[in-house]
């Protein structure tokens, strides 16, 4: 399987949330773990040493201006990934915690080598409440046609950039 980045779409009001994210990742990725590029977009409003907030060095961040609007962050950070030439990325949020991936069927759809613009890898998205109760997990368990959303889903990188330099102004609100 080839590196793909996981972006883990963030800010640094939210830095308390990384490390239980990176863990649920760790955990249920298990040996597979190693095959992916973890990065953790923030904007960095004090010009700290954010790697304090993390304790796994394989880590990176892509680092955003202040005050500016989410999807001109968004934009910016996945801009920053084009130098690294990953065919594949998966998105999610910062309080997306997993608790029980398929990985047989991540890795079945990662090595498909079909032309793919988009990948929805859960089927729902819950607040971070209803995922800490026993009865809403979350799993990778089958693709779909493009829903629109950030939620863990997995992207061609090509067509993400092209798509997001494109529709720029009509996805910036006013």
Same mark, same amino acid.
């Given at each position: 399987m080839?590196?793909?980045a996981?972006?883990i779409?963030?800010c640094?009001k939210?830095?308390y ?11 249920e990725?298990r040996?597979?773990?190693q ?7 923030t904007?960095n409003?004090s ?14 961040f892509?680092?955003?201006?202040? =005050?500016?609007s989410w999807?001109?962050?968004? %934009?910016?950070s996945?801009e920053k990934? #084009? /130098?690294? !030439? ?7 949020f ?7 991936i398929?990985t ?6 990662l090595?498909?080598?079909?032309k793919?613009?988009?990948?929805k890898?859960?089927? =729902?998205?819950s607040?971070f409440?209803?995922? %800490?109760l026993?009865f809403r997990?979350? #799993? /990778?368990n !089958?693709?779909?046609n ?6 863990m889903s ?5 067509f993400l950039?092209s ?5 720029k102004?009509?996805l910036?609100?006013?």
């Open positions: 080839n590196k793909v996981i972006v779409l963030s640094f939210y830095r949330l990384w490390q239980a994210v990176i863990k649920s990742l760790q955990r990725l040996e597979d773990y095959n992916f590029d973890i990065y953790i977009t904007d409003p010009n700290l040493d954010i790697n304090i907030y993390l304790k796994d060095n394989n880590i990176k892509l680092i955003y201006r202040e =005050n500016i999807t001109e962050a968004f %934009i910016d996945i990934l #084009e /130098i690294k !030439k990953f065919k594949k990325i998966i998105t999610t910062d309080d997306l915690l997993i608790t029980n398929r047989d069927l991540l890795r079945y759809v090595k498909d080598h079909r793919f613009n988009y990948y890898l859960i089927d =729902n998205h607040t409440y209803q995922r %800490i026993p997990d979350f #799993e /990778i !089958k693709p779909i493009y829903l629109g959303s950030m939620v997995l992207w061609d990188y090509e950039l798509f997001l330099r494109k529709y102004a009509k910036s609100l006013p």
